[in-house]
């Protein structure tokens, strides 16, 4: 069997989609994207073609590798997602063809069912409680909400305010059983980041996510010594070393790479296995797709440490298309009672409708991150 095409499309909302195709007929799906550069992120996938086209999908590490170490430069949001969507492709064609799930050939699952959270509050967050209520009342036992909106590097202590109420009102509505996940988004700086999460300690989050932005990372050590509850990040590293390093640090509790970033299945395992050796958990990163969703699925099916998965049904972002729009079977991806099951079908488990891919691709999208500012011009984090 050779691999003899790579066909991408773009789809609303901020989605891109990829086909591996062989000669044989058989073929994958995967989900190679960065939000806000879709059209960068294809560029990369059919420059990567060169090395697939020809070869044998089954050597899928092999494959990994050669679009890895083929290059002089290596990592980063754009070539690790464009890697990360061709190795979920080429582990659901492997499935395919072996008539197998993807979790099978990971060695096997360790459980049945995955927790799963959903998104409220939108990103400026607001009538938190109510969304909260309302996710609660479908089935969800967690859900996440997005701490602040814009906040300078120093700021006046009613935004810290205003945050810690925003994340009451939900406690208070939920009661004390319910996980809340508290987004920093990189938006909150060392300054109020330290003063933030402290005040948050009372309302017992379950994490409180990229509480400084990567590239401050080393900062952690310094803000978040001796609270009483998880930090998590990890969205925007994109390889086991970074990964690495973290955990060598003894920084986080909770890794969450995203399995349409950070080099796909094959680097996601390698992910969970690091943070496994440091006792952290794992819950991975997936505001996107239901190829994206899927593979995540797959990888908490086999990793011991994996506690709940993020999707995004419902979210924000999910205007003009939502995730089980694309498939043939949306009940690959049904969730109950706060849980789904893992994908029983074969490779991924769900099957894409193509002909509405095609579609939608005419209509396509140009999505990108809002450009917020400060009160002074200068630009905030969003």
């Known amino acids: 069997m050779k691999i003899t095409q790579l066909k991408t499309w773009q789809v609303p909302p901020r989605w891109l989609f990829l086909k591996i195709e ?3 007929g058989c073929y994958g799906w995967g989900e190679p994207v960065v939000e806000g550069r879709a059209a960068t992120v294809e560029a990369a996938v059919h420059e990567l073609a060169d090395y697939l086209v020809g070869q044998d999908p089954h050597r899928i590490e092999y494959l990994w590798d050669t679009m890895y170490r083929a290059g002089f430069y290596r990592g980063g949001p754009i070539l690790m997602s464009a890697i990360a969507g061709i190795d979920q492709a080429l582990w659901d064609l492997k499935g395919r063809d072996l008539g197998v799930p993807v979790y099978q050939l ?3 699952k360790v459980r049945d069912k995955m927790r799963m959270y959903a998104w409220t509050g939108g990103d400026r967050p607001s009538d938190v409680g109510a969304g909260a209520k309302a996710l609660v009342d479908k ?3 967690a859900f996440k909400m997005n701490g602040t909106p814009e906040m300078q590097i120093v700021d006046s202590h009613r935004k810290i305010d205003e945050a810690v109420a925003r994340v009451a009102e939900a406690r208070e509505v939920v009661g004390p059983d319910v996980g809340i996940a508290i987004d920093f ?3 909150v700086h060392r300054p109020m980041a330290k003063v933030l999460m402290r005040e948050l300690e009372p309302y017992h989050p379950m994490f409180v996510e990229e509480p400084v932005l990567p590239e401050h990372l080393p ?3 310094h803000i978040a010594t001796g609270l009483g509850y998880p930090i998590a990040t990890g969205e925007r590293l994109h390889t086991r070393y970074q990964f690495r390093d973290l955990l060598a640090e003894g920084m986080v509790d909770i890794v969450q790479p995203d399995l349409s970033h950070c080099g796909g299945i094959s680097e996601g395992m390698k992910i969970a296995s690091l943070a496994s050796c440091h006792d952290v958990a794992l819950a991975p990163h997936c505001p996107l797709g239901p190829l994206t969703l899927a593979a995540s699925l797959h ?5 011991h440490n994996a506690f709940i998965q993020e999707q995004s049904m419902g979210i924000h972002y999910n205007r003009d298309n939502d995730v089980l729009d694309y498939l043939v079977d949306k009940s690959a991806l049904a969730i109950t009672d706060g849980f789904s099951a893992i994908p029983e079908g074969p490779g991924l488990g769900v099957e894409i409708d193509e002909e509405f891919v095609e579609e939608r691709a005419k209509v396509g999208h140009r999505w990108r991150n809002p450009v917020w500012t400060h009160e002074d011009g200068s630009i905030a984090e969003w």
Not at 299 to 303: E, F, K, Q, T
Request: aromatic share 4%; hydrophobic share 30%.
């Open 185 to 187: 988004h990189g938006r």
């Open 219 to 221: 900062s952690l050590k």
């Open 139 to 141: 089935g969800f036992t």
């Open 22 to 24: 062989t000669d044989e």
């Open 299 to 303: 990888v908490d099916a086999v990793n």
């Open 106 to 108: 990971l060695g096997g």
